[in-house]
Structures are given as C-alpha cells and as structure tokens.
C-alpha cells in the first residue's frame, strides 16, 4: 500500500465527512492525487482531482457543490471534503496519485493507490 486513505466512516444523509490521503514518500506532493470511489456492484467511478500544486481541481458532476478536494503541501495530505451527503454517496473512496502533474477523471493515469476508506451514508 502507497497511500493511505483514511477518514470514512458512518453518517446520516446531510452530514458530511472529511477524507485524507496521506503518503510517506513524495507521492503526494510530485503528482496530481484523485479520489474515486466503488459502490458495491458498481463500476469504480471519478470523484476529484487536484494537481499537484493545487491549483488545478476538478470534481465530478455528481458531488459538483457538495464535495472539494485541497492539499496541504506542509503536511503532505490530500483532503476530500464532502457535505450535503446522500445515501447514493455510499462506497469506498480510494486515492490515487498520478504520473503527471494534472490528473485526469480516468483511473488509468493513475499509478499508485491507497488501500480505501469506507463511506456509508443512511437516510
């Protein structure tokens, strides 16, 4: 495992929750970092992106105004912020870094992945 996800956990639909991506190595801090997420049988799915110097973020249509997604270079974390959550907001999130310094919404231009952090939301 290269990068760790943590932060999910159970919430009521309308609450939100906090993710972090976290990496020992300048995985991180190099690369472009995305967050995607499964659903149980659902295909992996885009959820955000940030490159690498934060200045370039794009979030998927889905979470568009509910969900962000920063860095901080000093602590070397990536964060997903997500309020307003829905019970369709259910999955696990994984983040990914990338091999180039703007990352893309497909899972293929990402290199290296966290092992996931279960979000469930009920209603």
């Known amino acids: 495992v290269q990068l760790q996800a943590s932060g999910g956990g159970l919430v009521q639909a309308g609450g939100y929750l906090t993710l972090f991506c976290a990496n020992s190595?300048?995985?991180?801090?190099?690369?472009?970092v995305g967050w995607f997420r499964q659903a149980p049988g659902k295909e992996r799915e885009f959820v955000a992106t940030i490159s690498w110097n934060g200045g370039v973020t794009s979030v998927a249509d889905s979470v568009k105004g509910r969900f962000s997604i920063s860095r901080d270079r000093a602590k070397n974390t990536v964060s997903l912020q997500m309020n307003g959550l829905k019970p369709e907001d259910t999955a696990i999130y994984y983040c990914?870094?990338?091999?180039?310094?703007?990352?893309?919404?497909?899972?293929?231009?990402?290199?290296?992945w966290g092992q996931g952090t279960e979000v469930t939301v009920s209603s």
């Open positions: 190595r300048r995985l991180i801090s190099n690369n472009a």
């Open positions: 990914a870094a990338s091999i180039y310094s703007i990352g893309g919404t497909s899972s293929d231009t990402y290199r290296y």
